[in-house]
């Protein structure tokens, strides 16, 4: 899909919002090559279930009122979003999103960049879910929404 199509806004924004209403248990992790990009897509998600909670079905709990990270009333289900290399190390998750890992053509030109990438992603992506009690064999599913710069980028 071209830039400016909509990548980010079905990926980042409403695909963690409907598996969060489908699965409200769940853990979801949005990653963004910045912490500001990911909390945007974060916000927006929280501000859809506070101003549309009964529709929805979801609801958040009274204390979780930040835009990197929050929690859903009554069950174990949370949403934490953060820059790439950034606040996500042990945090499990059901379901991932990357959203446009790296900023630039400068950046996806970088082996070292490119490498540290792989690593954080291997890493961060690959956990175990967070709740005690899921399932081993749980389903983990990832996404990756990125405007290919490179031929050996993520994108």
Avoid: C
Wanted: without cysteine; hydrophobic residues 35%; positive net charge.
């Amino acid at each position: 899909m071209p830039p400016r199509h909509g990548k980010s806004r079905r990926a980042a924004r409403w695909a963690p919002l409907r598996y969060l209403r489908r699965r409200p248990e769940r853990q979801v992790m949005i990653a963004s090559y910045s912490s500001e990009v990911a909390d945007d897509h974060g916000r927006l998600i929280r501000e859809a279930i506070l101003n549309y909670s009964p529709q929805l079905g979801i609801s958040l709990r009274p204390s979780s009122s930040a835009a990197n990270r929050f929690d859903l009333a009554g069950t174990e289900g949370e949403a934490v979003m953060a820059g790439v290399g950034g606040g996500l190390t042990g945090k499990g998750t059901h379901l991932a999103v990357v959203d446009d890992p790296i900023k630039d053509a400068a950046e996806a030109s970088s082996p070292t960049v490119r490498k540290r990438l792989w690593e954080h992603g291997r890493r961060e992506l690959l956990a175990p879910p967070a709740s005690p009690t899921a399932s081993p064999t749980a389903h983990k599913r990832r996404a990756v929404a990125a405007l290919p710069w490179h031929f050996a980028d993520v994108g």
